[in-house]
Nanobody, 115 residues
């Protein structure tokens, strides 16, 4: 069964940067939207950023101007460049890929921003 493999999380000081990556472990056909979500302790999972197959992007207001989502369609990989990180960005970040048969979630990667 194909899984999404995430990488790039970690501990960073406020103002720092991290880059998350997410790629499938095998072949997936008909990929459309790719996105990043996050869930902080005691809070609901929320959309951080989304990129469509055509390259249109959508961001949560809280990350606009600081985060950039991008994708490499040849590698079926989605990235999230996170700059000017704040303590309130601390959460488990999950990637999500929509494709012809439904959707897949990654296992999550922890991002911790210290003040």
């Amino acid at each position: 069964q194909v899984q999404l493999v995430e990488s790039g999380g970690g501990l960073v000081q406020a103002g720092g940067s991290l880059r998350l990556s997410c790629a499938p472990s095998g072949s997936i056909f008909g990929i459309n939207d790719m996105g990043w979500y996050r869930q902080a302790p005691g809070k609901r999972r929320e959309l951080v950023a989304l990129v469509t197959k055509s390259g249109r992007t959508n961001y949560a207001d809280s990350v606009k101007g600081r985060f950039t989502i991008s994708r490499d369609n040849a590698k079926n990989t989605v990235y999230l460049q996170m700059n000017s990180l704040k303590p309130e960005d601390t959460a488990v970040y999950y990637c999500n890929v929509g494709y012809s048969l439904g959707g897949l979630w990654g296992q999550g990667t922890q991002v911790t921003v210290s003040s």
